[in-house]
């Protein structure tokens, strides 16, 4: 049941965010922007750095080939106004990850969505979300 | 009842302002959208002579694409030939960009911190300087007010050489020369000469909103000066307002390098 209401709500998301630039600092050449994968897979590391932020997990791709993929965000400035944080994953987090990927077949991409294991979804692309939690640490 | 509701929102006018005063906050990456965007016309009149505060352009502020620029003369394009830009109509493949500052974490340099990533700065009046301290490299820049003249032919620096003045109560204009060539004017790869000259007016609309305009004036680059940053408005941001670090570490951008834009590479 979860899990449809998790494929629900991921659909849901898909659907309302508008395509829009992730990244200030380069452009998406490299990437098939046209294309979504969307995977389930385990966190292995949360990179909360300049220029980029971006997620490590192992997942098993439709050919059955259990891969280390790494997708990009962007600074945390940016995911911190999107009510990111360098807390959002720990290793061994179960994520359902929506996501662009490179054009030439390796295990890279830019993160659209991502449903994390209390099965709240953080956003990555299109306008930030409303309600953007206040920062403190 | 009526009393009673009023005694309530009386106390919560006040109740307002005194939390947000207290309020201690870290890390702050900006003012969001639901300030940015209010219209502010009821604030109080800009004071005189004073730019001081931090201020927050918002989205406005990050120009990803770099700018439409005037012109390329043949010095411009021949100086940048070899630049790789990774955004605007020149952008190449993730792999293949040489930006300096992304690429490496060269300085950014002036004018590119005022036309690519303009983050929260802080503006700090002293009797005779104007300090900008810029959350985006955690980088400061020094504007003489003291009535002296701009060098003559002075050796290149990454943030030039700058002298401001007040044109009226509410206007501060600012001169820079002597930007070093190295430096990219944005994320395009629109190139500048040691020639740049450029200026920056910031004018004070009332207490909470100042526009800010740069212009580029670079003959041997460009065929005319042209304004890329015009009448951007910066929004005041509350005086306990903690700017998060925003660097470009070397040590981070190879990792990213290495995870990311160099697996990239279309075969």
């Known amino acids: 049941m979860k899990g449809i209401f998790v494929g629900l709500v991921l659909g849901v998301v898909s659907v309302l965010v508008i395509p829009a630039p992730l990244v200030a600092h380069h452009g998406t050449a490299s990437f098939d922007t046209s294309k979504d994968l969307t995977l389930k897979g385990t966190v292995t590391e949360w990179i909360w750095a300049n220029p980029h932020c971006f997620l490590k997990f192992d997942a098993m791709d439709d050919t059955g080939a259990m891969r280390n993929w790494a997708v990009e965000v962007s600074n945390p400035t940016d995911m911190t106004k999107r009510g990111w944080a360098r807390s959002s994953f720990k290793i061994g987090d179960m994520v359902t990850v929506i996501l662009q990927p490179v054009k030439n077949g390796a295990p890279i991409g830019r993160l659209k969505t991502v449903a994390l294991p209390d099965g709240s979804t953080l956003t990555a692309m299109g306008p930030a979300p409303a309600a953007t939690p206040a920062p403190a640490q | ?267």
């Open chain 2, 1 to 267: 009842m009526k009393v009673l509701f009023a005694m309530a929102s009386v106390a919560t006018l006040f109740l307002v302002p005194l939390r947000s005063a207290q309020a201690q906050e870290w890390n702050s990456a900006g003012l969001p959208d639901s300030v940015l965007n209010a219209p502010r016309t009821n604030a109080a009149p800009a004071p005189k002579r004073d730019i001081g505060g931090i201020w927050d352009a918002g989205g406005a502020g990050i120009a990803g694409p770099g700018h439409e620029s005037a012109p390329w003369t043949d010095w411009a394009k021949q100086k940048a030939a070899n630049y790789k830009p990774g955004n605007g109509p020149r952008a190449v493949y993730e792999a293949d960009i040489n930006d300096p500052l992304s690429t490496v974490c060269d300085p950014s340099g002036f004018p590119r911190l005022v036309m690519y990533e303009t983050r929260p700065f802080q503006i700090v009046q002293t009797p005779n300087q104007v300090l900008i301290l810029y959350m985006f490299e955690k980088r400061w820049r020094v504007i003489w007010t003291d009535g002296r003249t701009l060098p003559k032919d002075p050796d290149p620096r990454w943030y030039g050489y700058s002298v401001g003045h007040w044109e009226d109560d509410y206007t501060f204009v600012v001169n820079t020369i002597g930007s070093d060539e190295r430096s990219w004017l944005d994320n395009a790869g629109n190139p500048h000469s040691a020639d740049l000259k450029v200026e920056e007016r910031y004018h004070r609309v009332n207490h909470d909103v100042m526009e800010m305009t740069v212009t580029i004036d670079d003959a041997k680059a460009y065929t005319r000066p042209w304004t890329p940053r015009n009448r951007m408005r910066l929004t005041l941001a509350p005086a306990g307002f903690d700017m998060m670090e925003m660097i470009c570490s070397p040590t981070e951008v190879m990792d990213f390098r290495r995870n990311i834009n160099d697996r990239t590479v279309n075969k």
